[in-house]
């Protein structure tokens, strides 16, 4: 009995490493670690999939024009992504993108929702393969072998390595705002085509063959283009890329590294002209009378702040700020003060952390010196050395967060061999640690009131939130609720033109008509000064001619609805409302001009093609009836409005076949819809086909059954 007891414990520790082992050759398989990238890096955000629309959503993946139809897509590229402000977004490929959702999904938010978690977890992927060719590189420095190749073992490390950090990376909670948030999917995009360029300029000199290699160089290029075009953070990647192929590289001869370099400014020319095709307008200048050591500080501010969210991702929300809090005489100011200080000092120690890894000689240095570079880089333009919109946001970590993480593996690469299983162990732990953090984030954004009131609750109390909440009450018709929000908001920002507007408007929903005239009066004579720093602010002469239209004064609602055209050109909401005054008050020929010039100038849109159509028919010109009618059809992939309105019209002149091929047209784009059957079987019957308006109502009655 004693041999065999010793022969079963001599062979279960064999047993065990060749477990061990197959585990590991098993791990080590690329699409295994792709699939766990997916799965974790989806998994995470399933809470946001369901759900709604929130802040920038409304207008981007909802009223947007440019994405209605694949028609726009050139179109894209003569436009900033928020039209009616003065803000100097050009990202034409998030409209795109946005376009080919509304193509598959429609209205659906949940497949919007979808994309934003696959544009990310691609992201992640490629950055997985990116880190391996960066810490191969690296690692062929100090391999043991003479020709510099990286041996194997010395490869499965650095495998694993770039492994673990890009699931790091991929399930950090950091990156909610730029996933969860339909809005926030620039980043995404531009991580992914940065990314794919970069690889595909590795692949390109692997490539033997010059044809492949230099439609690889050309691909390379145009996707590096296309990150500019999703994102301005694009620019950034260009000076990573830079950095690394110059001071890194040393595959690449001088001679070579020059010419990258050229390509790059080539692609930056590129994009800088593609900049110049939208109409030239003023953008918002941030102006700044903070003193250099003030900036200093709120840069030291920021950078501890974003060292403790890549470390510590406790408490997050929208709307941060380092910035000194408004004065308040009571415990909690003094506590936000303390908590602003104790940031300046997290941010020395993270430039101290930096610095001391940078010097540090060591196997791991170069990889420490290129991930502390590569986050300062794209820690600058987000640091407050240039006034922006905020002092810090957590979705500007999704480049920066890269350098940080190649960094701690620069640190990693010098452990002892007695440390790697703690530190791997360690390492596993954070994922878990960073998925469940990620997935209560992921919640906030499921709809709008539990996002602006979980930001509230979390510290992010700007007035931006709260007019936004109040807008939702209001909504809701808890004008009470509305009005103390927004009162509250104007204490502490008096000049905040608009939540001055959305007071005006509750105060008129509750009856309150002669102190919501008189705000919405003085809003709207100062919305043109204010125009240049605050969007939308001509919501407040639009709501004061709709007040003075339902007191009968319709000659004050005309002059102010003309002055506001001529100040905000190019805003259909006025348009369509002067128009729609002109014509109850001076027929349908007064309206025409003023929405055939806007329709000519803004080809693209569909509500004025509509409303040009409507005006043509009301005067019995069918002919431009119809023409503006099918135009609009053409731009609007599921809108089915233009299509009911030309069966309609050759309803009139008695072409019912027409008019049933068109309806039929309107039911393939809104079959769910019962109104498009109603208007069908009408036609149907119209033409003598009982036994098929029978049919088209039967599928009506099965459809209200179902819901």
Known sequence: ??????????????????????????????????????????????????????????????????????????????????????????????????????????????????????????????????????????????????????????????????????????????????????????????????????????????????????????????????????????????????????????????????????????????????????????????????????????????????????????????????????????????????????????????????????????????????????????????????????????????????????????????????????AFALACLAVLALSARSVVRSSDWIDPETFYQRTFLAGGSSCRVGVNLAMLYSKRGEYGQAEKILRKVLRVYPDYPVARNNLADVMFRQGKTSEAEAMFDSASRAAPEDRHEYPRTWVAALNYAHIRHKEKDDQTALAVMEKARKDYPGIWDLISFEAELLRENCGPAAALPVVQDFSRAHWWHAGASIALGRLHSEMGDNAQAEAAFRHASWLDVHDAEALNLMALLSMRQDKLEDACKTQRRAVARQPDQPRQYLLLSDILSKMGRADEARAVLAQVSVMKANR
């Open 1 to 422: 009995m004693t041999g065999t007891g010793n022969d079963n414990a001599s062979a279960s520790p064999g047993l065990v490493n060749k477990v061990r082992q197959a585990l590991a050759i098993y791990g080590q398989r690329q699409w295994l670690r792709c699939l766990l990238l997916v799965l974790f890096g989806a998994g995470v955000h399933v809470p946001a999939l369901p759900g709604q629309l929130v802040w920038d959503d409304l207008y981007l993946a909802r009223d947007n024009p440019f994405i209605k139809s694949p028609l726009l897509i050139l179109e894209a590229f003569r436009h900033y992504l928020f039209p009616d402000s003065y803000a100097g977004h050009y990202r034409p490929v998030q409209n795109i993108s946005y376009a080919f959702d509304y193509l598959f999904w429609n209205t659906e938010t949940y497949g919007y929702h979808l994309s934003n978690v696959l544009w990310h977890v691609g992201s992640g992927i490629l950055l997985y393969f990116l880190l391996r060719e960066i810490f191969f590189s690296f690692g062929s420095r100090w391999s043991a072998e003479s020709d510099g190749a990286v041996s194997p073992s010395l490869a499965a490390r650095l495998s694993n390595t770039a492994f673990l950090f890009a699931l790091l990376w991929v399930v950090h909670p950091v990156h909610s705002a730029a996933v969860d948030y339909i809005s926030g999917r620039a980043d995404s995009l531009a991580f992914f085509f940065a990314c794919a360029g970069w690889l595909l300029f590795f692949q390109a000199r692997k490539n033997p063959r010059s044809w492949l290699r230099a439609g690889l160089y050309v691909t390379a290029a145009l996707s590096g283009l296309l990150a500019l075009c999703s994102r301005e953070s694009g620019f950034m990647w260009l000076l990573v890329f830079l950095l690394y192929t110059f001071c890194f590289d040393t595959k690449i001869l001088l001679k070579g590294k020059l010419i990258v370099l050229a390509v790059c400014l080539m692609v930056a020319a590129t994009y800088a002209g593609l900049r110049q095709l939208p109409e030239s307008r003023p953008e918002i200048v941030a102006h700044s009378t903070t003193s250099a050591a003030s900036r200093a500080v709120l840069m030291l501010r920021a950078l501890g702040d974003y060292g403790r969210l890549m470390v510590f991702p406790s408490n997050l929300h929208m709307e941060r700020s380092v910035s000194d809090p408004v004065p308040v005489g009571n415990r909690e100011g003094w506590r936000s003060s303390i908590r602003l200080e104790y940031l300046s000092l997290a941010g020395a120690a993270v430039l101290a952390a930096f610095a001391f890894g940078a010097f540090r000689k060591g196997a791991g240095r170069n990889a420490r010196i290129f991930g502390a570079s590569w986050f300062l880089l794209a820690y600058l333009p987000i640091s407050n050395l240039f006034p922006l919109n905020a002092s810090v946001a957590e979705h500007w970590l999704y480049l920066p967060s890269v350098g940080f993480l190649i960094f701690l593996a620069g640190v990693i690469f010098e452990l002892p061999a007695r440390f790697r299983r703690g």
